[in-house]
């Protein structure tokens, strides 16, 4: 089996985990390079990799901007010269150039539980934000492809089981939205059980709704970190009130919070305009 055919295979594995992945592919050389054309490099969202592109203080430097666009979810290219003036602590000197393309092939996806208005409204807007949604409810007829033909993927089961299919979702946003209080704390307890860890975890609802659950939850045990990490209400502080105002409010939440450096300084922003 070839490297690609690896690099493949494990596209295909992350994928099926939900893993944030990028994909960086030599597309053009010039003159003498390490990497030839079509070499490619798989970079997870920990930094570990599969594949190259030449190695070296280029390959550190590919990795770097691999991190970016999966932040991003944008695809970037760059073209680097292999020689000492541009690059002085390579030791380079086979004078080529060689162009990289960095794409993301894995993007963190939207998961969200309970498929009513608010979920459809949501994919939706997710889909034209280029952020794939999952749609997970314990009625079939509300999580399905024609109810939802904007999401990329829809399940129904127990809440327990949909909780456990989602793994850690530690790279994903995930959005409990379904149609009561009672349901909600059974994706919240499933969750906080199952040791999930979302990069954001939404709660539609009210502050009196979400510090209700709270109660319940502490009660239990469940740790406080988990409970500090649900976020309610969802969404930018736009004023919205229709499921496709949400929608909105929430995808641009989601959006800045891809687009920055670091999930925590989305959210001290977010909070500054509330």
Request: with cysteine.
């Amino acid at each position: 089996m070839d490297s690609h055919s690896d690099i493949f295979e494990e596209i295909v594995r992350l994928r099926q985990l939900g893993v944030p992945t990028a994909l960086c592919t030599i597309l053009l050389t010039q003159g003498s390079t390490p990497g030839k054309e079509t070499m490619r490099m798989l970079v997870r969202i920990d930094g570990t990799t599969l594949g190259s592109v030449g190695g070296g203080c280029v390959e550190s430097e590919v990795i770097e901007i691999a991190q970016k666009v999966l932040r991003t979810g944008r695809t970037e290219t760059k073209s680097f010269s292999l020689n000492r003036k541009d690059l002085p602590e390579s030791g380079l000197i086979c004078g080529g150039q060689v162009t990289i393309l960095v794409e993301p092939v894995v993007s963190p996806r939207l998961i969200l539980f309970g498929g009513g208005h608010v979920s459809g409204a949501a994919s939706r807007v997710a889909k034209e934000c280029e952020i794939q949604t999952t749609i997970l409810d314990d009625r079939p007829e509300y999580a399905n492809s024609t109810r939802h033909s904007a999401a990329s993927d829809c399940r129904s089961g127990s809440w327990k089981e949909l909780v456990e299919s989602i793994g850690s979702a530690e790279h994903q946003f995930v959005v409990v939205a379904t149609r009561g209080h009672q349901a909600d704390l059974e994706v919240l307890q499933a969750m906080a059980q199952a040791g999930c860890q979302p990069r954001y975890l939404g709660l539609l609802g009210s502050k009196a709704k979400k510090a209700s659950l709270e109660r319940v939850l502490e009660d239990e045990g469940v740790p406080n970190d988990f409970i500090q990490s649900i976020q309610t209400p969802i969404g930018l502080p736009i004023g919205s009130k229709s499921a496709g105002e949400i929608a909105v409010s929430l995808l641009a939440e989601l959006v800045q919070l891809r687009n920055m450096e670091s999930p925590k300084e989305s959210r001290i922003q977010a909070l500054a305009t509330d």
